[in-house]
């Protein structure tokens, strides 16, 4: 198991309980979907699973040690497997830097080679051309921003990518592509992705488990097939019928009714 | 040319007249500062070319020295304001809880503090000199300063890419070095040119007060008050003084109006 | 004659770059249209133009004529303020997709609907204070919600409250700009339920924009689809996903086909 966040219990200091007893593994080549609605403590876990947060009760474990926050060595191995992506691509790129120096930055922090190749071949993996690292994010779409993002997470070859709504944010064409990238550095790359999403489908073409979490604990974990195709829970059903479906085309060969207004 | 970019040449070009009349007098005045060879009140001549104060000495010549006086005591000001101000700004922008509520609080109540009762403490402990002068406003700017650095920091370090810094293994130091300042410094150098301004006119009030530099080095200032008598008489004596601080305030204000979109590289490109 | 008629309508920046271009659709009375577009297609730009919003320094031309039944025909495009003040709210309104933005903060939610009845129906007093509570009642938000403000309450109940003061005007046309995507699905559900039933029961027109066209397919029989402020293709709900006939169209179906054949794979 690379990550393993055990009985995690989160609360705000005289404030309300975020977490409570969460239970979530994730092992190599499995990516994990942290779904649920707003409130349901998922971004919490997140920033927890990614050493922002310190749990009030219980831990996380990297490679079968508990993860040290204060721990310098353990960390910078730690940051090096596990990078993130986040939903807003206008707040997570920062508009005064260049995008050469935007992907460069893990490299630069942990130490590591940041030669300029290294940037061009991340870029060139999230289908940017090389010459996008002289320009600076404002000049470019929301979904490009995301993708160079998702070059900054990859750039320092890490085995974990822990993403919070990484495309909700997209319009529905350019979620499809972002999906597919993501899906693609999986194979890859080897990435393991555990993303937090509200989008069920998502969840279902990238993750091959879904924890269910509502009001801070897990409602229903499992295989992703099992869990959104055969759900237990009565609260995983409801979520289930709530997504709005395309309707079904009509039968082939039928007569496509004129248009009368 | 937008109208940015035409504050910024404007104000520029205000300041650095008064800049270029204050280097001058490093060089040469038309009469040693003390001089009282042209009688008192002389009216405006080829010799005198804003004529002489009561004194007999040339306001032309008191006028450049003014220029000198006024840029130190800007220029000092913004320095000691930006610097103790940028400090203690970031230090609250990353204090959390009560510690952020304290500071918010002390800051609050150093701007309350009145800029002039901070300036005669100051002169109380240190004695009436420019120094004391500049020591005080700069005093009270940095509080102005803080706070509103304050607020900047918390909004950057609010933004994602801090995070995703952070999960690069980014130290906090680093942090504020790659992140926080390239983003706070366009907000914050069009304050620090209103504060200079500010500061200006400040330190005119406290020298028309007596609280700023004694003589013989006249700030426009005293010159406004020691021409107060004599208005009537010799009007070009405040006339002059009044006129200059007018150039360097409005020109320092351009120059804040012109750096508002010239030090941001965003709003540059998309206009 | 059609309660809403778009007519060549054209939006352009000060500099003259058109951001919605010779855009023509009708809506009559009842009807619903469903907006669909990318970001950057004109849907948004389009309603405001219809309700006279436009932002500073964009300028519409061509002709947008609301008609509502008993009353005159009005020109929107050009109409001078005075004159839009009049239409909004009375012949159409809208709800956005970030409630929090279209309710005031600093007044209570009760005092934010009864200041849209006061002024498109004229009511005073206790007969305003019911039909606040009713227009509550309406959207299935409890009379407590009245004297809470804005923050204080969840997503989905601001945007029912902001729906409430949008139907209590009894408008004829009722403009929804993306009015779920920032809502959890669950709430998307129920507040898409709530305007079919608000729209059906009052006999409103629907203008509903989003870039979903599964949550169209929800709410509209028919649907324009916008690409870079142009109208490429019309049709029922039901003819465009069967036979989608502009590529633009056929890009933003198989992107959705893939979302939601997502959902059925995992199905057993």
């Known amino acids: ?261 | 040319m937008t109208r940015h970019r035409r504050s910024l040449v404007a104000g520029t070009a205000l300041v650095g007249l008064t800049c270029a009349v204050a280097l001058l007098s490093l060089l040469w005045t038309p009469y040693p500062v003390s001089d009282t060879s042209g009688g008192r009140l002389a009216p405006v001549s080829a010799a005198h070319l804003l004529g002489t104060d009561r004194l007999g000495r040339d306001l032309a010549t008191q006028l450049m020295v003014g220029a000198r006086i006024a840029l130190q005591t800007g220029l000092g000001a913004v320095a000691i304001g930006g610097a103790l101000g940028l400090a203690a700004g970031i230090a609250a922008g990353f204090a959390q809880r009560w510690l952020d509520d304290g500071l918010a609080a002390v800051l609050d109540i150093v701007i309350a503090f009145p800029t002039l009762l901070l300036a005669m403490l100051v002169v109380a402990a240190r004695g009436a000199s420019l120094g004391s002068a500049i020591l005080a406003l700069g005093l009270a700017m940095s509080a102005v300063v803080a706070r509103l650095t304050r607020i900047l920091v918390k909004r950057v370090l609010a933004q994602d890419f801090v995070t995703a810094s952070r999960v690069s293994g980014t130290s906090w130091p680093r942090v504020v070095a790659e992140h926080v300042l390239p983003n706070i410094w366009p907000t914050l150098a069009v304050n620090l040119a209103l504060q200079f301004g500010l500061a200006v006119l400040a330190e005119a009030s406290l020298s028309y007060l007596g609280l700023g530099a004694p003589p013989p080095n006249q700030s426009w200032g005293r010159m406004l008050q020691e021409a107060q008598s004599t208005v009537l008489v010799a009007p070009a004596g405040l006339v002059a003084p009044g006129l200059a601080l007018l150039v360097l305030v409005v020109g320092a204000n351009f120059v804040a109006d012109g750096l508002r979109e010239a030090a941001d590289p965003l709003a540059r490109r998309s206009s | 004659m059609s309660l809403l008629t778009v007519d060549r309508l054209t939006v352009a920046t000060p500099g003259g770059r058109p951001l919605v271009s010779d855009l023509s659709f009708e809506l009559p009375a009842g009807g619903r249209l469903g907006v669909i577009g990318e970001s950057g297609s004109g849907k948004s730009l389009t309603a405001l133009a219809v309700l006279g919003l436009l932002p500073d320094g964009l300028r519409a031309s061509g002709s947008i004529r609301l008609h509502p039944s008993g009353g005159a025909p009005a020109q929107v495009v050009g109409a001078p303020e005075r004159e839009l003040r009049r239409l909004r709210g009375r012949v159409a309104t809208a709800v956005f997709q970030e409630p929090s933005t279209a309710l005031d903060p600093l007044m209570r939610i009760g005092n934010q609907i009864g200041a849209a009845v006061r002024r498109t129906r004229g009511l005073r007093g206790t007969a305003l204070r019911a039909a606040t509570l009713s227009a509550l009642a309406d959207v299935g938000l409890d009379r407590r919600i009245a004297r809470a403000y804005p923050h204080e309450v969840s997503g989905g109940q601001r945007q029912r409250a902001a729906i409430a003061a949008a139907v209590a005007c009894r408008p004829a046309l009722l403009i929804a700009d993306e009015p779920t995507t920032a809502l959890d699905v669950t709430v998307q559900a129920e507040v898409l339920a709530l305007l079919d039933r608000l729209v059906a029961d009052r006999g409103m027109a629907l203008l509903f924009i989003s870039h979903d066209l599964a949550v169209v397919s929800r709410i509209a029989e028919r649907v324009l689809v916008l690409a870079q402020g142009s109208a490429v293709e019309s049709g029922t709900v039901a003819d465009v996903v069967t036979a989608p006939r502009h590529p633009v169209t056929r890009a933003l179906l198989e992107s959705a086909r893939q979302l939601d054949a997502a959902l059925e794979v995992s199905r057993p």
């Open chain 1, 1 to 261: 198991m690379i990550l393993e966040a055990r009985e995690i219990g989160f609360a705000y200091p005289r404030g309300r309980t975020v977490l409570d007893g969460v239970s979530v593994g994730v092992t190599a080549g499995r990516g994990v979907a942290l779904v649920g609605e707003s409130g349901a403590g998922k971004t919490t876990l997140l920033r927890i699973l990614l050493g922002l947060l310190r749990p009030t009760s219980g831990e996380v474990r990297f490679d079968g040690e508990p993860l040290r926050l204060g721990d310098r060595a353990l960390m910078r191995r730690f940051r090096r497997d596990a990078q993130t992506v986040f939903q807003d691509p206008y707040s997570s790129l920062d508009p005064r830097q260049r995008v050469a120096r935007i992907v460069s930055e893990p490299l630069r922090s942990l130490g590591l080679d940041a030669a300029p190749e290294r940037v061009a071949e991340a870029l060139r993996e999230v289908g940017l051309p090389e010459d996008v690292a002289g320009r600076y994010p404002h000049e470019f779409s929301g979904g490009q921003r995301q993708r160079i993002a998702i070059a900054r997470a990859i750039v320092c070859r890490p085995r974990l990518l822990l993403a919070d709504e990484p495309v909700s944010a997209l319009d529905v064409t350019t979620r499809v592509r972002v999906v597919d990238l993501l899906a693609e550095l999986r194979e890859t790359r080897g990435l393991t992705v555990v993303m937090v999403t509200h989008d069920l489908a998502v969840a279902a073409l990238l993750c091959q488990e879904t924890v269910v979490l509502s009001a801070g604990r897990v409602v229903e974990q499992g295989d992703t097939a099992g869990v959104l195709g055969s759900p237990t829970q009565p609260y995983t059903r409801r979520l289930l019928a709530s997504v709005p479906r395309l309707p079904a085309p009509h039968p082939a060969g039928a007569p496509v009714e004129p248009n009368s207004e």
